[in-house]
């Protein structure tokens, strides 16, 4: 009688599972469900189902397995213009926008009942199901994980209006990360679950719908913490305090103020360089794409440079002029600057960020670019009229013109 019991909670409990469900709280009205069944879950391979929904002001609508776009295997629908959806996998890509997928892992979608628009023409839905989503081309998930990593995006526009599985999209509005506690989404029925009493809808802002949802969002704690801070500290190390540490040598003329900054500068690096290693372990995206993989190169080289710096001062302490040692430590840094700068742009790529903010990048990095080049242009300047000065002053005809730069200890870096 027992066991009877036993078995009967158990059933009883698998009835009143349901699809897990979310809406992000900027996302205007998206909402994602998803829902394994437990056959699925037990054999670890099988039907996934999950739901689309969103007004269809939206041009498209995304969700995909995966931490972040690059390596994710994207599902993406949009309206076919005839009062169904058109639905495409699609695998995500590191700086360009998904394309159809069409290889042979590509993700085996099917489009279920209860698909399309509304009546009202306000809301589109995407029931969907997939036979072989628990692994694709570049990553896996396994059914039974408590802590499966999920996506989602969206693009606000004029419906596409089109059956074409590779039509080009435009990139996205915005976008969000997820957890998602599978063994809260299982189903009994290995069938569509969004068109039952259990189908799992959600009308929050940005919480979890449902006694079992399981999903915990992760956009914020992603972008608001370790992410974030690496991005401005290498921001302000590559394209503000180096190049700000270089002009100090020539218009400054001390050398211990130019060697002090550098060195302060140098620690915010590898700070900032700690915090980008946290972040891309923590997405399982480590030296797996450009951003990273650049940027631990850029970094490991400017690690040489104080040594060079040192080298050059104990040269000029010696010979009064700049040696061989003097040029590679100045151009050593300056190519090393650009090359920071350039892979800030691509880390802003990698994370998916607004147009405003890869422009206002653009332009401070520019700006800082004209400050540096002015100034070299005008200790140029400086320190011939400084030299004249010198040279002027001296009381015997004979006397070898002293430049400014020696006159101050050092030359320009």
Known sequence: MKIAQVVALFGAGLASASPASFCPADAGGVCYS?????????????????QIKAPTSFQWVALGTGSAMA??????????????????????????????????TAARLTLLAGSGVSADGSTMTANVACSNCQSW?????????????????????????TTDRAASITQHDGHSQFQVDLTKATISSDSNPFTTTNAGSSTGS????????????????????????????????????????????????????????QTVTFCLMWAGFGLGVETARSRNMLFKQTHTTFGTVIVSLLGIQPFLGLLHHRHF?????????????IWWGRILMV??????????????????LVIAYSVIAAVMFLVYACAKVCAV???????????????????????????????YA
Do not use: C
Request: charged letters at 15%; hydrophobic letters at 35%.
């Open 34 to 50: 998803i829902a394994i069944p437990t056959s699925s879950a037990n054999a670890g391979s099988g039907n996934i189902y999950f």
């Open 71 to 104: 390596g994710s295997n994207i599902f993406l629908t949009y309206q076919d213009g005839r009062g169904n959806l058109t639905l495409s996998p699609r695998l995500g890509t590191q700086y360009t926008m998904p394309t159809l997928d069409t290889s042979s």
């Open 137 to 161: 081309s570049g990553g896996q998930m396994s059914l039974k994980s408590t802590s499966a990593k999920w996506i989602g995006a969206w693009k606000s526009g004029p419906s596409l209006a």
């Open 206 to 261: 940005g919480s979890n719908s449902g006694s079992n949802s399981g999903i915990t969002d992760t956009s914020s704690s992603d972008k608001g913490s370790v992410l974030v801070a690496h991005g401005i500290v290498m921001l302000l190390v590559m394209a503000a305090l180096y190049p700000l540490g270089s002009t100090l040598m020539p218009l400054a003329g001390k050398w211990w103020v130019h060697g002090a900054w």
């Open 317 to 329: 302490l010696k010979t009064k002029s700049r040696g061989v040692v003097s040029y590679v430590h």
């Open 339 to 356: 090359l920071g700068v350039i892979n800030g742009g691509l880390g802003l790529q990698l994370a998916s960020e607004r147009n405003g």
């Open 381 to 411: 300047f400086l320190g011939k009229d400084r030299a004249k000065w010198v040279g002027n002053k001296e009381t015997n005809a004979t006397a070898p013109r002293r430049p400014y730069q020696e006159s101050r200890g050092h030359t």
